[in-house]
């Protein structure tokens, strides 16, 4: 059905069309007209997926939808991470459902997510609920909440980020993603830089025909000291990296390269 739905979406919404349709082409992920055209379609399916299981996610009981879980590879990461009694940087990118990667982390150890509350004020509700389940703390993303993820991480708990949602003005840097400026979130740095955390890139991979999901988590293979310019670039490469091996998951209708209110455009332009 999500898939369909993505379909139809992708058909009669030319707005939302030509900007998945442009992201993809000027990605170059793939070279020629036939995969790209193929790709396209995937992606339009596996979105429309992504909005179908928001709600089930959300409302299901706990324990039904950490059953989707099917596997999960690179938990010994996590392990690692909390022998030596340091703090994960636990990033979630828009790829696969991410949704279901901080429900499954939390039925385990603690996190604190950061989330952005939606336009619609009834609905606050109904993904703190869902979102809001086994040990996960929300937090919403301003200085409050950044402090939230400070303390987490100080004590030796997960940080929960999406590291390439676009950033507010005068919390990131303009820098290339798959071939183009993109204003990029320097929090991930900034909280490695300060806290040590072990910085962690996670996703749920959306099986096929409704199978459920396979959490994904690999240490994130970026150099996050120095400039706020260089790590903007590191994270994007790295991310980058993981996208160009499932890219049908990745929400390229995402607005990635939109310019925040009050920040200068990037040098090229």
């Not at 619609?120 to 950044?146: C, F, H, P, S, Y």
């Not at 820098?175 to 806290?195: D, N």
């Not at 199978?211 to 790590?231: C, F, M, V, W």
Request: proline share 6%.
């Amino acid at each position: 059905m999500g898939a369909l739905g993505g379909r139809l979406t992708y058909r009669y919404n030319a707005r939302y069309a030509a900007r998945l349709a442009d992201n993809l082409r000027q990605s170059g992920i793939v070279a020629g007209a036939s995969e790209y055209q193929t790709l396209l379609r995937q992606c339009a399916a596996e979105i429309g997926k992504g909005g179908a299981e928001i709600i089930p996610i959300w409302l299901r009981p706990y324990e039904q939808t950490l059953k989707l879980v099917q596997d999960c590879q690179g938990w010994e990461h996590v392990e690692a991470a909390v022998k030596q009694g340091k703090g994960v940087l636990a990033m979630t990118p828009h790829l696969g459902c991410f949704e279901i990667v901080s429900l499954y982390y939390a039925a385990r150890l603690p996190m604190t997510v950061l989330y952005r509350p939606p336009r619609q004020q009834w609905l606050e509700g109904i993904m703190r609920a869902g979102r809001g389940r086994g040990k996960v703390n929300l937090a919403k993303t301003d200085v409050k909440g950044v402090r939230a993820l400070l303390t987490a991480l100080k004590k030796g708990e997960a940080a929960g980020i999406l590291p390439d949602q676009v950033a507010s003005k005068g919390e990131g840097a303009w820098a290339s993603f798959f071939g183009r400026q993109a204003y990029t979130p320097t929090l991930v740095a900034r909280l490695h830089q300060s806290t040590g955390a072990v910085p962690l890139l996670m996703f749920g991979e959306r099986l096929p025909k409704g199978q459920g999901y396979r959490i994904h988590i690999e240490p994130l293979n970026a150099d996050l000291t120095g400039s706020k310019e260089h790590t903007a670039a590191q994270l994007n490469a790295a991310l980058e990296a993981l996208i160009r091996k499932y890219p049908a998951q990745y929400l390229w209708s995402y607005n990635r390269y939109k310019r925040p209110g009050g920040v200068e455009p990037p040098p090229e332009q």
